[in-house]
């Protein structure tokens, strides 16, 4: 870890020494003290804003994280998109075979009520030729 005493980051940063202190003093910058002497991190430095491009680089920094998160993300819809269309087939395979099962019920139902109507001769070809079919 990199570190600069108070004058140092003052003339890095472009402010006062006294600037320093007085965020060193508030809390907001953060110093470790180095044989009596105070010191500045340079993270602290970026942390806090102070140094040039520090923003620029901030921002990047976030940039590059939304654009990682925004690739996770859209690799998990086309996820959820594939699993979707995989449903939707799923049911309409399910609903057309549940289609084709009513119409054989019908199919069959009608065809016992004809034969109930039938007399007991022409039940027995007609059952016949069912048979045969």
Known sequence: MRTLTLIEAAEVCGVSVKA???RAERGTLS???RDGVRRVPMTSLEAAGLLPDAEVRGLRDELARLE???????LL?????RQADAEAEARARAEAAA??????ERQARDELRELARLGWRDRRRRL??????
């Open 77 to 81: 819809v086309e996820r959820v998109e």
């Open 99 to 104: 289609v084709e099962a009513r119409a054989a």
């Open 20 to 22: 320093l202190q007085r």
């Open 128 to 133: 016949r030729e069912l048979r045969e079919a």
């Open 68 to 74: 990682r998160e925004l690739s996770t993300h859209r």
């Open 31 to 33: 110093v470790v003290l």
